[in-house]
């Protein structure tokens, strides 16, 4: 049966499915039966990057979702994106009639879908100067004392164009719904996740590079060294108790006011956290929480932590439902609320961020969790 159902599984993913086959592989992933082998297969292709989003909707999805609803407790059960994924079979729309699916989405009547969120900022220079920043725009955007500003492909970039920088400083802000790139002057990258700002000169001199953020930032820090050939630190400030001194890595710092903690998650190199005259040094795959103290977390999920950067969900171990739906508020720039106090409920999965936020709710969904939405307002109930 598993040659069986890996054969058809193939020739979906090919679209060479003919109808048959397609009524075929419906029925078999409705069959508990073969649950563990479509687990297997579903998750061998999102390794291999399979283009969930692109894949037709259909009641398998349902069916699947019903299956592995109804083998774990209520509340451990898992949002498998296994499930989500398999909003994939083409079925027919007579067979899509035939059930009633138990919906749990109440969208408001003729409204347009909430899309995902984009590329784009807000560039304030160091005069005050506000530039709107979107895929739209492109080239030159200022000269500032010796450094050209220009927008290429979506990335915000600044070069030297005298040799002798007259440094101002300026601030790019990601509004909710937003996400953006920018290349600092000494080549250092920066990606900047929803509702989050930098704060960086336009040129950097002296004996170390310092920048702020707040709400979260991804970072590939380019190695400088003075005229002694010393390495010149790059640091990042949070506020005034808390920065992450680094020498060239890979790392990513969630700041956000509403999180319960303060997370630098290092991928390459190594970084030095300060907080009020305490330190610790991070090493590839530590992750630093700041609360009241630094606690380092051994092991830590680095490909949660940057997932945001990767363009997907990536919710592992526990995560409640109030962080998820932080990040959905942020991405999809509208409201959560809570009908009757935020749910005990936990999710494991992952999801790509291209999605409507309908669709995204529709992967949820599978949980003992409702959702209704009106204008930009998401209400959660149980």
Request: with cysteine.
């Amino acid at each position: 049966m598993n040659k069986r159902i890996d054969f058809l599984f193939s020739r979906y993913l090919a679209r060479t499915c003919t109808p048959e086959e397609l009524q075929e592989l419906s029925q078999l992933l409705a069959d508990p039966a073969n649950e563990v082998r479509f687990r297997a297969l579903i998750d061998a292709e999102i390794e291999a990057g399979m283009p969930l989003e692109q894949l037709p909707a259909g009641e398998a999805e349902q069916v699947f979702r019903e299956v592995l609803q109804s083998r774990q407790p209520r509340q451990y059960k898992r949002w498998w994106l296994a499930a989500a994924c398999l909003l994939l079979l083409a079925v027919p729309a007579t067979l899509l009639l035939q059930r009633s699916p138990s919906a749990t989405i109440t969208p408001q009547a003729a409204a347009k879908p909430i899309t995902p969120g984009s590329e784009g900022a807000i560039l304030t220079l160091g005069n005050g100067q506000s530039v709107l920043l979107d895929s739209t725009r492109h080239g030159l955007i200022s000269v500032q004392g010796g450094s050209n500003v220009t927008l290429q492909k979506g990335t915000l970039a600044y070069t030297n164009n005298t040799g002798k920088a007259s440094v101002q400083y300026n601030k790019l802000e990601t509004p909710r719904g937003r996400q953006f790139r920018i290349t600092l002057s000494d080549g250092t990258i920066a990606w900047l996740n929803a509702a989050s700002s930098l704060r960086y000169p336009t040129g950097f001199n002296g004996n170390s590079r310092e920048v702020e953020i707040t709400g979260e930032a991804y970072f590939e820090v380019a190695a400088a060294y003075d005229a002694q050939h010393r390495k010149i630190p790059f640091i990042v400030k949070i506020n005034e108790q808390t920065s992450v001194e680094v020498l060239g890595t890979h790392f990513n710092i969630n700041a956000y006011d509403d999180e319960e903690s303060i997370r630098t998650t290092l991928l390459e190199g190594s970084v030095n956290i300060h907080n009020n005259g305490k330190e610790a040094l991070l090493k590839p795959g530590q992750q630093a929480r700041i609360h009241d103290h630094i606690k380092i977390v051994e092991n830590a999920d680095v490909a949660q932590a940057v997932a945001w950067k990767n363009g997907m969900f990536h919710f592992s171990g526990r995560t409640g439902i109030a962080e998820v739906m932080r990040q959905i508020a942020r991405w999809y720039d509208v409201e959560v609320k809570y009908e009757k106090g935020v749910p005990d409920l936990v999710f494991s999965g992952k999801m790509q961020r291209n999605l409507n936020l309908d669709q995204v709710l529709k992967g949820l969904s599978s949980m003992d969790v409702h959702f209704k939405t009106e204008g930009r307002t998401l209400t959660v109930s149980p």
